[in-house]
Structure formats: C-alpha cells, structure tokens
T-cell receptor, first 112, second 113 residues
Framework: ETGVTQTPRHLVMGMTNKKSLKCEQH?????MYWYKQSAKKPLELMFV???????ENNSVPSRFSPECPNSSHLFLHLHTLQPEDSALYLC???????????FGPGTRLLVL | KQEVTQIPAALSVPEGENLVLNCSFT??????LQWFRQDPGKGLTSLLL?????REQTSGRLNASLDKSSGRSTLYIAASQPGDSATYLC????????????FGTGTRLKVLA
C-alpha cells in the first residue's frame, strides 16, 4: 500500500452520465496528479495540483474537470465522456512537485 | 518535445539471471528520472529516483544508472526472481517548458521459475 487511495476502483458509465473519481492521501504531500493509462500507450499526465493550485493542464478536454479542495483530496469530475476515454485513471502524490511520486491503485473506467 | 523509449517491450528470462532494462530520452535537459514497477491491474510503485546530477542509485538488488549526455538510463536487476515479474516504466522529469513527467511505454518482464 502506498498511502494513496482511489475510489471507485471500477466504473462503467454511459456517454450521458456524470460521475466523479476520488483520490485521497494522508501522507502530508503537497502535489497531486491525475494520469490516464490507455492500452498500448504511455502514461499521460492530465493535471497537476501544487498546494491546491492547478499548475498543469495537459490539453485535457473540458469533459474532464479536476477539483482539489485541499492538499489531501483530488477529484476528477466526468461528464459526456466518449468511448475512447475508457482507460485506467491513476492518481499520484508527492511531497513536492517533481519528487518521488506515490500512486494509487487506479480507477478502471469503461464508457459505453 | 521529449520522447521516452523503452527497449525491449517484453522480456522473458529464467530465474536467477541478471538483467538490464533500457530507457532512452531525446532531450537531455531533465530534472530527474524515476523508475517504477506496475503489476497487472495495479498502480505504479516507485523503485528508484535519480536526480540529474547523479550517476546512479541503488536499492537492494536494483541499480539504476543515468547518462544524461547520451540520453540513457538503465535499470539493472540482479539475481531475478519470479516476484520481479511486472511491467517496468521509466519516467523523465522534463524541464523544457513546464515541469512534468514523460513516461515510456514500459518493459513487460516475466521471470520464469
């Protein structure tokens, strides 16, 4: 266990649904990240938050909306997704940006 | 634009062998480099982090080296065990433009008992 938890672990949603992914860490880390992992493709950074402020949006479509209410929690709000958004969504945290990252187990998302 | 390549994509070895996994990157202006392991259906576990000023890092049976000028890092695994079977990913912390990690596609390792 890395100390980073993600819920739900699995999610199936239709293209018109709205859902949220949750990430939580109590490691005292100040940086949190969302990554997308698709089959046969490298892990892609989506968003970075440093001290609750978004410092990176890697050209992510607006149907993905992140929220970081405090340094321990990170959300990814999903709406009107496409089937190609089906992937493993991983959350990570680090004490400071660019230090050792600790990953959660991921949420396996299937969009029908 | 930074690109990270890992070769080979897959590797199968008998237990006890020493092995080397390779990671190459195109832009030497890196902040650090991190090696991870990922078990099927799981998140990533950090193995080693090498700062750009360092040449190598060691942890147990693992040794990672970094040669910035040639754009290469290697992960050496000594006396491999079936429990080492996983996908190994390298991630380059880039300082060109904004700060972020660029990941390779990984090497899928299987150690046979």
């Amino acid at each position: 266990e890395t100390g980073v938890t993600q819920t739900p672990r699995h999610l199936v949603m239709g293209m018109t649904n709205k859902k949220s992914l949750k990430c939580e860490q109590h490691l005292g880390h100040n940086a949190m990240y969302w990554y997308k992992q698709s089959a046969k493709k490298p892990l892609e950074l989506m968003f970075v938050y440093n001290f609750k402020e978004q410092t990176e949006n890697n050209s992510v479509p607006s149907r993905f909306s992140p929220e970081c209410p405090n340094s321990s929690h990170l959300f990814l709000h999903l709406h009107t997704l496409q089937p190609e958004d089906s992937a493993l969504y991983l959350c990570a945290s680090s004490l400071r940006q660019f230090e050792t990252q600790y990953f959660g187990p991921g949420t396996r998302l299937l969009v029908l | 634009k930074q690109e990270v390549t890992q070769i080979p994509a897959a590797l199968s070895v008998p237990e006890g062998e020493n092995l080397v996994l390779n990671c190459s990157f195109t832009d030497s202006a890196i902040y650090n480099l991190q090696w991870f392991r990922q078990d099927p259906g799981k998140g990533l576990t950090s193995l080693l982090l090498i700062q750009s000023s360092q040449r190598e890092q060691t942890s147990g049976r693992l040794n990672a080296s970094l040669d910035k000028s040639s754009g290469r890092s290697t992960l050496y695994i000594a006396a491999s065990q079936p429990g080492d079977s996983a996908t190994y990913l390298c991630a380059v912390g880039t300082t060109s433009g904004t700060y972020k990690y660029i990941f390779g596609t990984g090497t899928r390792l299987k150690v046979l008992a």
